[in-house]
């Protein structure tokens, strides 16, 4: 049996299931090393971009930030007011967000940026981080060089649930030419004697490293590039095709 579905809402519950090995509290001490590093904007205003089941929330509320979440998935952001009941959720895609000089910290993280579709969403949701952060605000997000997505990359994670396994894939794929980054989606159950099967595919915006920077610069960010590696700040060499955005507003 096939479902077509969007993902993220359909099987928000098990999101966190899926993510079991990603490290958000290495990824959030990460952020609070960046940000004591880099702002001076005074305060620990704080908003996750993307931020799912608020996983991200609940660590950084924890490390004295004043957290907000944006998703456009309702069940999403259900999922995180159970996990971080104090925080402000706002409902809305990535390029729609309208606030002033609110944030002393944004953070993007999971490569979810690239979701901000297409190019024109993508650099508004550039331009309106910008707008809402404070003078010494820093914005941390990560990101793939198009450049170094031309093949198929597939993540596989297998969940054991009671007598049912569910087994969750992602990959992307980039054709080498245009803003298109095609994220594929699939997880399968299967136990007891059956099988289901859900399937989603998210259009996703590509860019280089050399035309995001131009782009954070135009704006007037200070733009620092690190080595995607959260146990350490380490200036990007150049060579891979990922990276950490530390993007820093000044103060005027």
Request: charged share 15%; aromatic share 10%; glycine share 8%.
């Amino acid at each position: 049996m096939q479902n077509q579905a969007n993902l993220y809402a359909e099987l928000a519950d098990y999101y966190d299931q899926f993510c079991a090995e990603v490290d958000y509290a290495g990824q959030c001490a990460f952020a609070v090393r960046v940000f004591e590093a880099f702002a001076c904007s005074g305060g620990r205003n704080y908003l996750d971009l993307a931020c799912g089941t608020g996983q991200h929330l609940q660590v950084m509320a924890q490390s004295g930030f004043v957290a907000e979440g944006l998703d456009n998935s309702a069940a999403m952001l259900a999922q995180a007011r159970s996990r971080c009941p104090e925080a402000r959720l706002l409902l809305c895609d990535l390029a729609a967000f309208d606030e002033t000089q609110c944030y002393d910290l944004i953070t993007c993280f999971l490569y979810s940026i690239h979701y901000s579709h297409p190019l024109a969403h993508f650099a508004d949701t550039l331009k309106r981080a910008w707008q809402a952060l404070k003078p010494g605000g820093v914005f941390i997000f990560n990101v793939v060089d198009a450049n170094g997505a031309r093949q198929q990359h597939s993540v596989v994670t297998r969940v054991q649930q009671g007598d049912a396994q569910l087994t969750f894939r992602s990959g992307w794929h980039y054709q080498g030419h245009g803003d298109v980054l095609d994220l594929r989606l699939s997880i399968t159950r299967t136990g007891t004697g059956q099988s289901q099967t859900w399937h989603d595919h998210h259009v996703m915006t590509a860019t280089t490293l050399s035309d995001l920077n131009t782009q954070l610069q135009l704006l007037g960010f200070d733009v620092t590039l690190l080595e995607h590696d959260y146990d350490r700040l380490t200036p990007w060499a150049g060579h891979s095709f990922n990276a950490i955005v530390v993007a820093c507003k000044p103060v005027v």
